[in-house]
């Protein structure tokens, strides 16, 4: 009889369950980027709906903005505290729930509204992510699993505009648009609660998995200090380490967010219509997804060769840094594909250097700590979308897309010295219950 016992818990093991826990953080991602879309695409039909101007639209942007400003630290803190599993039950939820209800929007005012509630819930994905892999993933294997999490929001994007469209031109009316893309998340859920428990309690990992996730756990704790210390916001923000990050962070999230929100307005001032750039909208996001793997792959096979984890992640930032300096030329030409080409080079250099940032604080960071970090660096990054996001709208209106497209590619320069300057290891890392890198 124990005997019979013995084999049904083997039976009931998932091999290499990491890598589906990686898959649900995937589909979350791709359907938190898809609910975000749905209005980025329909922009320019709500634009002409209800006459807004660019800088109506701004507004709009903006409000979910500063929510998810707000929110990436708020639930940092919140993931921390109750887990991934609790935390991301609740934020998938509520904004499941508040994308669904957008179908019911009568105006700016009612939109601006409901976008700053979606991006309160949306903002969680990130912080709950970044935990998650920390948790469950080698320092090996970190940037891969980040790479694959993160790649989500390129798929989402890329997605949007095919299903927003159609739906769209099926039903002749954008509110039946914000209720489907809703649903998506409630079919998550029911999958995330089955699978998500942490390795140390998972009913379903094999001993060699759970073996291989705790010892290199262990590898990574500094004996000199106390592991269980969580140390408060303040404490965090005195580290420079967490300032390498949050800088770094600051300088490309907002470059990556306005062309997402804002690529399809951008073609549109060019002399493309929507319905006409389907075939190339896609192209940018379908880079930055394979930016996401091929950022993850180089430095991981780099720390397999015998790299340090920190050399290795800032020969890839490097690379990132660079290739966003191929916005700038996209001002210059006017052929479709050239435009969505040159677009397509700097966000595969953005999502390259972005997984390097989004893996550094599992890197550097006990699992305690692993969400606020993100949290804060996420905060940071909002401030700086929202300030630009406000900017774009203006400039844009008044001026041309010219300067915001200059600016953009050179900004994620700052972050790259930020890096170099300030992620190293140091005696004050070690005494900060800091992992060397």
Do not use: C
């Not at 914000?178 to 699978?195: N, P, S």
């Not at 404490?235 to 929100?261: N, S």
């Not at 966003?324 to 677009?343: D, E, R």
Request: hydrophobic residues 50%.
């Amino acid at each position: 009889m124990n005997k019979n016992k013995s084999a049904s818990k083997v039976k009931k093991s998932i091999p290499n369950l990491r890598w589906w826990i990686g898959g649900m953080l995937f589909a979350s991602t791709i359907i938190n980027y898809m609910d975000r879309q749905t209005l980025s695409v329909l922009a320019p039909f709500l634009e002409k709906e209800y006459r807004w101007r660019n800088e109506d639209y701004a507004l709009i942007v903006i409000a979910f903005r500063i929510a998810y400003t707000i929110g990436q630290t708020a639930f940092g803190r919140l993931m921390d505290r109750f887990g991934t599993r609790v935390g991301l039950t609740f934020t998938v939820t509520w904004y499941s729930i508040v994308a669904m209800f957008t179908s019911l929007a009568k105006g700016l005012r009612s939109f601006i509204g409901f976008r700053f509630l979606l991006g309160l819930g949306e903002s969680a994905n990130w912080p709950a992510a970044t935990k998650a892999v920390s948790e469950w993933f080698p320092k090996k294997e970190r940037a891969l699993a980040v790479a694959l999490f993160d790649s989500g929001s390129s798929i989402g994007a890329a997605l949007s505009p095919l299903i927003v469209i159609e739906l769209y031109a099926h039903f002749g009316s954008w509110r039946p648009v914000f209720l489907i893309t809703g649903i998506l998340g409630f079919v998550w859920l029911l999958l995330w609660r089955k699978i998500y428990h942490s390795p140390e309690e998972h009913p379903r990992i094999t001993s060699k998995e759970q073996k291989m996730i705790l010892d290199d756990r262990h590898e990574d704790i500094n004996v000199s200090v106390d592991k269980e210390k969580k140390p408060k916001l303040l404490e965090l923000l005195k580290i420079p380490q967490a300032w390498g990050i949050i800088i770094a962070r600051a300088t490309t999230d907002p470059v990556w967010f306005f062309i997402a929100d804002w690529f399809m307005v951008y073609l549109v001032s060019k002399g493309f219509s929507p319905q006409n750039t389907l075939i190339a909208f896609w192209i940018p996001f379908m880079a930055s997804d394979l930016g996401n793997f091929a950022g993850g792959g180089v430095s991981s096979y780099l720390i397999k060769k015998g790299w340090p984890v920190g050399k290795a992640r800032k020969a890839v930032v490097v690379f990132g840094g660079l290739g966003m300096l191929m916005l700038i030329p996209t001002i210059f030409v006017n052929s479709l594909f050239a435009i969505a080409g040159l677009f397509a080079v700097s966000t595969f250099a953005y999502a390259t250097f972005s997984t390097m940032v989004l893996v550094f604080p599992s890197d550097i960071f006990q699992s305690s700590s692993v969400a606020s970090v993100s949290g804060i660096s996420g905060t940071a990054a909002g401030i700086l979308t929202v300030a630009s996001t406000f900017l774009v709208g203006w400039i844009s209106d008044h001026y041309s897309f010219v300067p915001i497209v200059i600016v953009a590619s050179l900004i994620p320069l700052i972050g790259v010295v930020s890096v170099f300057m300030l992620i190293r290891n140091s005696d004050k890392s070690r005494a900060i219950t800091l992992k060397r890198i």
